[in-house]
């Protein structure tokens, strides 16, 4: 790929994001709008409330915005960066932000800033070997389809995580193991999936830098995370921060969306039921999907697919990490970290349609210099557009606007097969690039 190309490339993909960003995305902008105005004009360490203890979770402190209601359920650090994009003009309006045009493509430039920053970061990491792969790996990252869909689109704050988890593996596997400990830190004090990406992290620091290099790594994290938290403890909101991110793990529903093995299974216990019962099951199974309650599964008999789904994710995880145990370049690296999302958004029970997003930049790594990754790359990044498409184009009743219905069966269920096979292939090629 020459220079002109790859300029080309950025030149289209910014045009399309520009075209993009006043789109009004998914509903969670309405959060973020909530989250930004109340921060820039309180300051984050109030958001989650102040005064809950490990006993008594009293967190929930709604937060208004126009008429939207919100509570604070991330990790502190993505409130801070909206805060922050929302104090100009917070300054400029003397406080009066209206819920217009002009505050959601603020908001949705967020996290396309993040975008940019990891393009840049993606050339530095690849540079080292060669310009084509440092160009390639921006063009497919610029051009893909899912990180339009996700940043412009729908406004998703993922990049806002996954630019520092990147800069994490960048860190540790170019002999900083102390920044790659706080970026990693950062990444997870943005948003709970950056989680997903610690063990890569810590797989390239103890492969290249022993434990010597993890106590520095761990001390990088300590200090980033004494650092985010510090406003917090002050105001005697820190017990507040936990339980108000622990509240996301306490979502009702078997999948939020994310079209994987739980939205299957999630779909054929409610033909198990139909049948059962003697009811048009065939009726049932070429039907809407529709998202289905634990509480419903412990009526069938099945109370612990909550359990079941973290411990599968788990395995999946952790046969990843034996599998890649060796790597200590960065292709390798960053291509376990990617099939570590992955085990999580196809075998996790609770998720939602965006969460594999943080595997595709990692995938570009990889591809970027082992070419049996590029059809994962393609695969991954076709199901992640595709499921964002349908979600961010749906109303806040569940109502489709974008059809489900033009396949026999509702296409979202095939996406999730699809999703699954594609994992399965996603590890055989893990095992043998790990083999080389």
């Known amino acids: 790929m020459t220079w002109k190309s790859a300029l080309a490339a950025v030149i289209v993909g ?44 009293d967190h ?8 939207y209601d919100a509570i604070a359920d991330y990790p502190p650090l993505a409130l801070f960066e909206l805060g922050a994009a929302a104090w100009p ?35 530095v990491a690849l ?64 948003k709970p999936q950056g989680i997903f990406i610690v063990p890569a992290v810590v797989l390239a620091v103890c492969n290249l830098h022993g434990r010597t290099g993890l106590f520095r790594a761990a001390a990088g994290g300590a200090l980033v995370s004494a650092a985010v938290l510090a406003p917090f403890v002050a105001a005697g909101a820190l017990w507040n921060v936990v339980h108000g991110v622990a509240s996301q793990a306490r979502e009702i529903y078997l999948s939020m969306e994310g079209y994987n093995f739980w939205w299957m299974t999630g779909h054929f216990l409610w033909v198990g039921y139909a049948w ?23 009526a069938h008999g099945l109370p612990f697919l909550r359990v079941a789904g973290t411990l599968l994710a788990l395995a999946g995880i952790g ?12 292709s390798l690296v960053a291509a376990v970290g990617a099939f570590s999302v992955h085990a999580y958004a196809v075998l996790g029970a609770q998720v939602h349609e965006n969460h594999l997003f943080a595997a595709m930049p990692l995938l570009v790594i990889a591809a970027a210099t ?30 489709w606007v974008l059809s489900r219905s033009f396949t026999l069966l509702d296409t979202t269920l ?12 996603h590890g055989a090629v893990l095992r043998a690039e790990a083999g080389r």
């Not at 019962?277 to 599964?297: E, K, Q, Y």
């Not at 890649?324 to 370049?329: I, K």
């Not at 393609?378 to 009743?397: C, N």
Request: overall charge positive; hydrophobic content about 55%.
């Open 14 to 57: 910014t045009l399309i994001r520009v075209a993009a960003i006043p789109f009004p995305g998914t509903g969670d902008v309405a959060i973020w709008k909530t989250w930004a105005y109340n921060a820039s004009r309180d300051g984050a360490s109030g958001l989650y409330g102040v005064g809950a203890t490990a006993q008594r979770p």
């Open 60 to 67: 929930y402190h709604l937060l208004h915005f126009d008429r």
């Open 89 to 123: 003009l917070q300054a400029i309006t003397g406080g009066r932000i209206e819920n217009n045009t002009a505050f959601t493509v603020l908001i949705k430039t967020v996290p396309v800033v993040f975008e940019a920053g990891l393009c840049v970061l993606l050339f």
């Open 127 to 190: 540079r080292p070997w060669g310009a084509l792969p440092a160009r390639w790996a921006v063009a497919a990252y610029w051009l893909n389809p899912a990180a339009i869909m996700n940043a412009s689109v729908g406004g998703y704050l993922d990049t806002l995580f996954v630019l520092p988890a990147v800069g994490a593996l960048l860190a540790a596997v170019n002999g900083w193991p102390a920044l790659a400990g706080g970026l990693i830190a950062a990444s997870v004090l943005t």
């Open 276 to 298: 059962q019962r003697g009811l048009d099951a065939w009726s049932v199974f070429v039907g809407p999907v529709t998202r289905i309650p634990f509480v419903r599964a412990a």
């Open 319 to 330: 046969w990843g990490i034996f599998i890649g145990r060796r790597a200590r370049e960065l």
């Open 370 to 399: 082992r070419r049996r990754y590029v059809p994962v790359l393609a695969g991954v990044s076709a199901f992640l557009a595709l499921s964002m498409l349908f979600y961010v184009f749906g109303d806040e009743e569940g109502r």
């Open 414 to 425: 095939l996406l999730a097969a699809f999703n699954c096979g594609l994992f399965v292939w």
